[in-house]
């Protein structure tokens, strides 16, 4: 019995230390729970809304602020006509892009080439504020998909729609 309790103990220190490593490893918006859309494979995943380093308006900075948008079905989806906002109005619309199943594409603030993993807004202004907002995703029937909210001294919260 010892050697049982013994082995329970060293398996739940360590299943403790990996959340505890995994939780580490995200960026501080990213903790938070999801509610999104029913049957909606494309969610609202990471956020980065506030650049690391100084608040200079650099396309580096701007293109460090950004929202990841995954597909989390095992079918492409097209995002063309989806929209990404802020609490401002503020609003990126996709054109053609194929998100493969089981994958991400970062929207960034900055200006940057497109490609099928990062978008840019081509902005020379911030979009998400470092202190209150919320992201909503909508498909191209403007269908609420998902939605991350920040602010209070807390991460970002995601909510699901049904």
Do not use: C
């Amino acid at each position: 019995m010892s050697v049982s309790r013994t082995s329970r103990r060293i398996l739940a220190t360590v299943l403790a230390a990996g959340t505890l490593i995994g939780a580490a490893a995200l960026p501080a918006a990213a903790d938070g729970h999801h509610r999104h859309a029913a049957r909606s494979t494309v969610v609202i995943g990471k956020v980065q809304y506030n650049s690391p380093g100084r608040d200079d308006r650099s396309n580096r900075s701007l293109n460090d602020e950004w929202v990841e948008v995954m597909n989390t079905g095992r079918h492409a989806v097209n995002l063309r006509g989806y929209t990404l906002t802020a609490s401002d109005g503020a609003s990126y619309r996709f054109h053609t892009l194929r998100l493969e199943g089981h994958s991400a594409v970062k929207v960034h603030t900055g200006m940057g080439r497109d490609s099928s993993r990062d978008v840019y807004q081509d902005r020379r202004h911030y979009v998400w504020d470092n202190h209150r907002d919320t992201a909503t995703l909508r498909n191209d029937n403007g269908r609420v998909l998902d939605t991350a909210m920040w602010g209070r001294g807390r991460p970002a919260d995601h909510h699901r729609h049904h």
